[in-house]
C-alpha cells in the first residue's frame, strides 16, 4: 500500500494541533505530533517550555527520525506528521521530494501576542515565518505546488478550506474531521502540558475572533518582519469560497 506522507509546516500558535486533531478523526490516517522537535531543541539550544521532558521523549537524531518516522513504515494510507518549519535546522531537505507538504501560517500579530506567552521575547527564527517563506520557494523549484493553508481564512469556514485542501491533496474530504473530543489524543507530544491548553477544551474549530488593541512596543520589530513574508503567503492560501 501506497502511503500519502502529508507534511504540515506551520508556525507556532497557528491552530496546528487542530488541524491534526482533524486529520487524527479520519479512519484512513495516521497522525504524527511535532517529530523533529527533539532535534530542533538538541541543534538550536531554544530554551522552551518543558526543554528536558521534550529531550527525554524523543528521538533528537533527526536524520534518523526522517528515516523512520517521516519515511518509515505506516498501516494506512494516509501519514499526517504536524510539523513546525523552523524544526527544518542542519537536515537533508531532500526527502520533502517524497512528502506533500502544506504550509500554515497565521496573521502576525496575533500569533505574536499569543508566543509571547511561551517565548518572551520572539524573534523572526521563533516564528517560522523565514523558514516558511523559503520552504514555499524551494517547493515550488522542484515542481510542487503546496498548499497554503490560513489560521483565519480556515476558521472562517473549516468545512469549506478543509475541503479545499483535502482536493488539492487528491484525497477524500472527510466531515469527521470537523469535531473532535475534548481533551487529549494519544499522539499528543510530551510538550502538550505547555502548549494545549486550548486545543484540549476544544471540539472542533473555533469561530475567528479579531484580536482587539495594538501589538506591545516590544514587538514590534520582529512584527515589522514578519510582515511581508506572511503577506507573500497569504496571497497565495486558500479561502473560503462564500455562499456556504
Known amino acids: 500500500m501506497e502511503t500519502l506522507r502529508i507534511c504540515l509546516w506551520s508556525g507556532p500558535r497557528n491552530v496546528s494541533t487542530a488541524v491534526m486533531y482533524a486529520f487524527s478523526r479520519r479512519r484512513d490516517a495516521r497522525v504524527v505530533d511535532e517529530p523533529l522537535y527533539a532535534h530542533y531543541l538538541r541543534c538550536s539550544g531554544a530554551q522552551h517550555p518543558g526543554r528536558e521532558v521534550v529531550l ?4 533528537a537524531d533527526g536524520e534518523r527520525v ?9 498501516d494506512r494510507p494516509i501519514l499526517f506528521l504536524k510539523m513546525m518549519a523552523h524544526h527544518l535546522v542542519d537536515l537533508d531537505l531532500s526527502f520533502l521530494d517524497r512528502t506533500a507538504n502544506v504550509i500554515l501560517t497565521r496573521e502576525p500579530a496575533d500569533m505574536l501576542r499569543s ?6 521575547e520572539p524573534k523572526l527564527a521563533d516564528t517560522g515565518l523565514d523558514r516558511q517563506v523559503e520552504l514555499y520557494e524551494r517547493l515550488r523549484r522542484r515542481g510542487q505546488e503546496p498548499p497554503v493553508l490560513d489560521a483565519r481564512e480556515l476558521l472562517r469556514d473549516p468545512a469549506d478550506v478543509l475541503e479545499q485542501l483535502c482536493d488539492r491533496l487528491a484525497i ?5 474531521m470537523l469535531s473532535w473530543p475534548a481533551g487529549g489524543i494519544p499522539e499528543d507530544g510530551a510538550w502538550a502540558p505547555y502548549w494545549y491548553h486550548n486545543v484540549h477544551r476544544s471540539t472542533g474549530f473555533g469561530p ?3 484580536k482587539p488593541g495594538p501589538v506591545p512596543e516590544a514587538l514590534r520589530p520582529v512584527l515589522a518582519e514578519c510582515r511581508p513574508r506572511y503577506e507573500m503567503l497569504y496571497a497565495a492560501a486558500i479561502k473560503p469560497r462564500g455562499g456556504r
Open 208 to 210: 475567528y475572533r479579531d
Open 56 to 59: 527525554a521523549a524523543q528521538d
Open 115 to 120: 508566543l509571547v506567552h511561551q517565548v518572551p
Open 66 to 74: 526522517v528515516r523512520e518516522v517521516v519515511l518509515g513504515p505506516c
Open 172 to 176: 477524500p474530504f472527510d466531515p469527521a
